[in-house]
C-alpha cells in the first residue's frame, strides 16, 4: 500500500507540472479591465389556479467570459446558468422543466424538504425534448436554495458546463426582520464558481487523475458568471447571499481590507442571532448571508484568503498546496463612492430556532467517508468506483439507509480520508451537534444542508426528516465535491 501510494505520487508530480502550469490564481491586477457585475435574472413565475408556476427551459448557449473568445455552455432560460426562482413558503409551486439540451439531465432542489418524486435526483431523469414538472409545497424556512443538474456520474460535467441557478424563499420571518432585502440593489446573489478554459476559450474540464481524486480546480473564478467583476454598490449597508457553486474549491471568505462583516445567515436560513466575523470558509454547495457596511466609501474587494482548504499531512497536503488549491486571490471589486444612505439594520435578534435535544433522536447512523488511493484510480476503469460511503460506491439499485419520517436521527460522519468532503444530505435541514471534536462555532449554529468533514475528522450532525415519505423512491446523501459524488460517494436513502 505504501508503495502504490509513492509511485502515485511520483506519477501526480509530474502532471501537477502538466496540469496546473497557470497555478496562480491571478498573478496579474484581475480588475484592471472593469466587467460589469451582473445581477442574476429574478424570475417569480406566475400564479395560476393557486400554484406559482415556473417555466424553464434546459438550453445550449454560448458566452464570452474572455474578450473575444466564445465558449460553449448550457443555461437555463439563459446561455449559462439560470435565473433566481423566487417564492414563499407554504406556496404550492409547480415547474415545467423542459430538456432541449440534446442529452438527458435532471434538475435537483437542493435543499428543499420535499417529496422524493420531485427532488430531482438520479432518479427523475428528464430526457432529451422531455418536460418533466416537478410541483410540491414549500416547507422550508426563509432562505437561499438552489437548484442544479444532479444526472448519474454527469453531475460534475452538466454544472460545470452551466446548469445550475438559485432559488430564494420568502416568508414573514425575513420580512419583518429588517435586513437589506431589495433583490439585486442591496441584497445581492453570488455564484462562485472556479472553471478551467483551454487557449479556444472553451471550458476544461476533468481531464487527469488528480483532477478526479480532488475535484475539479480552476484558474478563474466566475462570479454570477464574470470573471473579477465590480460592483458599483447603490446602497451603504449591501447583503450579499453566496453560494459556492464550485464542483471542488473551498473559499475562505472576506475583505481586502479585513473589514467586519455580519454573518445572519447559512444554508437553511436566518441564525437566531447576527455574528461579527472577518473570514468566513464556505465548502462546496454552502450558502452564507452576510451583511457589509461600505459607508466608508472606499473600495474593496472580496477574496479568498490562503487557508480555506485544511490542509492534511503528507502527500495529499504537500499535492494540494502545490497545485494552488489553497491562495489568496480576488473575486469581486465593491466600489462604494455614489452609495446612498440605507433604512436596513442588522437587529441583534433575527429568528427563533427550535430547540432540538439530541436525546428525542431515535438513533446513531455511522456515515464513513473513504476514497481509494494509489494506483487504483489510474486504471481509468470509467472513474465510477473510486470513493465510498459505509465502503460502498452509488448504486442505483441499493438502499443505503432507511428513516422514519417525523423523527430525528443523529449521524456520526466519519471521514476516513486525506481529503476533505462537504457531506450533503437531500430533503433535510440539519444542525451540527459537534465537529472535528469541538461545538460548532456561532457561525456554523445554524440549519444546513450540507456539512465539511476535515480529514479524519468527525461530524455528529442531528437530522430531521418531516414531511414526506416515499417506500419507493429514494433521495441522495452525498459528497458535493461533485466529482467525488460522480465517482461514487454517493448513497440512497428511504424515509418511510
Ligand atoms: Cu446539491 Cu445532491 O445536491
Ligand atoms: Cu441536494
Ligand atoms: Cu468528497
Excluded at 476516513?416 to 468532503?421: A, Q, V, Y
Excluded at 449554529?445 to 429514494?474: C, E, H, L
Amino acid at each position: 500500500m505504501k508503495r502504490r501510494n509513492f509511485l502515485v505520487a511520483g506519477a501526480l508530480g509530474t502532471a501537477g507540472v502538466a496540469f496546473f502550469g497557470a497555478k496562480s490564481l491571478y498573478s496579474y491586477d484581475v480588475f484592471e479591465e472593469e466587467r460589469k457585475f451582473i445581477v442574476p435574472p429574478l424570475y417569480e413565475g406566475e400564479i395560476k389556479d393557486g400554484k406559482r408556476v415556473f417555466n424553464l427551459n434546459l438550453q445550449k448557449g454560448e458566452m464570452e467570459f474572455f474578450k473575444g473568445l466564445k465558449t460553449e455552455t448550457i443555461g437555463i432560460n439563459a446561455p449559462f446558468l439560470g435565473p433566481t426562482l423566487r417564492a414563499k413558503k407554504d406556496e404550492f409551486i409547480k415547474v415545467n422543466i423542459k430538456n432541449s439540451l440534446g442529452y438527458d439531465s435532471t434538475i435537483h432542489w437542493h435543499g428543499f424538504e420535499l417529496p422524493a418524486k420531485m427532488d430531482g435526483g438520479p432518479h427523475q431523469i428528464i430526457k432529451n425534448e422531455a418536460i418533466w414538472s416537478p410541483e410540491f409545497v414549500i416547507k422550508n424556512r426563509a432562505s437561499m436554495l438552489w437548484y442544479h443538474s444532479h444526472l448519474l456520474h454527469q453531475t460534475g460535467a452538466q454544472v460545470y458546463k452551466g446548469l445550475a441557478g438559485l432559488f430564494i424563499i420568502d416568508e414573514d420571518e425575513s420580512t419583518s426582520v429588517n435586513l437589506p432585502s431589495e433583490y439585486g440593489v442591496d441584497d445581492i446573489p453570488i455564484v462562485l464558481q472556479d472553471r478551467n478554459f483551454n487557449n479556444d476559450g472553451s471550458f476544461r474540464y476533468v481531464s487527469s487523475m488528480p483532477e478526479k481524486m480532488m475535484g475539479i480546480h480552476g484558474n478563474y473564478v466566475l462570479v454570477n458568471g464574470v470573471i473579477a467583476p465590480t460592483l458599483k454598490a447603490k446602497k451603504r449597508l449591501i447583503r450579499f447571499r453566496i453560494l459556492n457553486g464550485s464542483n471542488a474549491r473551498y473559499y475562505l471568505l472576506g475583505f481586502s481590507d479585513h473589514r467586519k462583516f455580519k454573518l445572519v445567515g447559512s444554508d437553511g436560513g436566518l441564525l437566531e442571532k447576527p455574528v461579527s466575523l472577518n473570514q468566513i470558509k464556505l465548502a462546496p454547495a454552502q450558502r452564507v448571508d452576510i451583511v457589509v457596511d461600505m459607508s466608508d466609501g472606499k473600495d474593496v474587494a472580496l477574496k479568498s484568503y490562503k487557508g480555506a482548504l485544511k490542509q492534511s499531512r503528507g502527500m495529499m497536503g504537500m499535492m494540494m498546496g502545490g497545485m494552488g488549491f489553497d491562495m489568496e486571490f480576488d473575486l469581486l471589486k465593491v466600489e462604494s463612492k455614489g452609495a446612498k444612505s440605507s433604512s436596513a439594520e442588522v437587529p441583534s435578534d433575527l429568528a427563533k430556532h427550535p430547540v432540538w435535544d439530541p436525546k428525542i433522536a431515535v438513533g446513531v447512523r455511522n456515515i464513513t467517508l473513504q476514497m481509494r488511493m494509489g494506483m487504483g484510480m489510474m486504471s481509468g476503469d470509467g472513474g465510477d468506483d473510486n470513493f465510498f460511503i459505509n465502503g460502498k460506491s452509488m448504486d442505483m439499485n441499493r438502499i443505503d439507509a432507511i428513516a422514519k419520517k417525523d423523527t430525528f436521527e443523529i449521524w456520526k460522519v466519519m471521514n476516513k480520508s486525506p481529503m476533505s468532503h462537504p457531506l450533503h444530505i437531500h430533503n433535510t435541514q440539519f444542525k451540527i451537534l459537534s465537529i472535528n471534536g469541538r461545538q460548532p462555532y456561532p457561525g456554523e449554529a445554524g440549519f444546513v444542508d450540507t456539512v465539511n468533514v476535515d480529514p479524519m475528522g468527525i461530524a455528529y450532525i442531528m437530522v430531521p426528516f418531516r414531511y414526506y415519505s416515499d417506500s419507493k423512491v429514494p433521495y441522495m446523501f452525498h459528497c458535493h465535491i461533485l466529482e467525488h459524488e460522480d465517482g461514487g460517494m454517493m448513497g440512497q436513502l428511504l424515509v418511510v
